[in-house]
T-cell receptor
Framework: GQSLEQPSEVTAVEGAIVQINCTYQTSGFYGLSWYQQHDGGAPTFLSY????GLEETGRFSSFLSRSDSYGYLLLQELQMKDSASYFC?????????????FGSGTRLLVRP | SAVISQKPSRDICQRGTSLTIQCQVD?????MFWYRQQPGQSLTLIATANQGSEATYESGFVIDKFPISRPNLTFSTLTVSNMSPEDSSIYLC???????????FGPGTRLTVL
């Protein structure tokens, strides 16, 4: 089967650093993505890792270890507006094309 | 990036009726995706729609229940047929960028079936 596991909830204080982990088991793998979704909003793309290592985009960084089937999203200098749900997603083969398989999501609550 | 609009943004429907959701993209794209998301839950792929061919459905979703049209490279519709309260959900369409790294999502259609 195919599965992605991530914590259901994480709480942190403003200004802190938080790491959201994602482990995956899929039939194919062509990259790990992270999406942010605020309540009532659409998912928005944060980052994509196709190769091992760390990708940094401003306050957000994403890491991938393909040998461990593991990745994480690191959020630094947390702000109240970062309170949202975060989904990891694996890009997997789909016939002759690709599709995204989403994890169950991690709800991040940032407290003052 | 791609800008995606969906109509309607929300609707309340009676059991047994059907609703067609429209998805419009501001650029031509090969593939469009339709997802369902229960409140507080993850996104579940319903089907992938390529222009000029029949949609490909995920396990658990069938064409009779969720017929999809893809008449051109910027537009698609998803119909939720013979609705029941279990179909109450948010339905999202999305497109992929040319590199396949990123998916852009529409604002979603919030459907409530009574």
């Amino acid at each position: 089967g195919q599965s992605l596991e991530q914590p259901s909830e994480v709480t942190a204080v403003e200004g802190a650093i938080v790491q959201i982990n994602c482990t995956y088991q899929t039939s194919g793998f062509y990259g790990l993505s992270w999406y942010q979704q605020h309540d009532g909003g659409a998912p928005t793309f944060l980052s994509y890792n196709a190769l091992d290592g760390l990708e940094e985009t401003g306050r957000f960084s994403s890491f991938l270890s393909r040998s461990d089937s593991y990745g994480y999203l690191l959020l630094q200098e947390l702000q109240m507006k970062d309170s949202a749900s975060y989904f990891c997603a694996v890009r997997d083969t789909y016939g002759s094309s690709y599709k995204l398989i989403f994890g169950s999501g991690t709800r991040l609550l940032v407290r003052p | 990036s791609a800008v995606i609009s969906q109509k309607p943004s929300r609707d309340i429907c009676q059991r047994g009726t059907s609703l067609t959701i429209q998805c419009q993209v501001d650029s031509q794209v090969t593939m469009m995706f339709w997802y369902r998301q229960q409140p507080g839950q993850s996104l579940t792929l319903i089907a992938t729609a390529n222009q000029g061919s029949e949609a490909t459905y995920e396990s658990g979703f069938v064409i009779d229940k969720f017929p999809i049209s893809r008449p051109n490279l910027t537009f698609s519709t998803l119909t939720v047929s013979n609705m029941s309260p279990e179909d109450s959900s948010i339905y999202l369409c999305s497109v992929e960028d040319s590199r396949g790294d990123t998916q852009y999502f529409g604002p979603g259609t919030r459907l409530t079936v009574l």
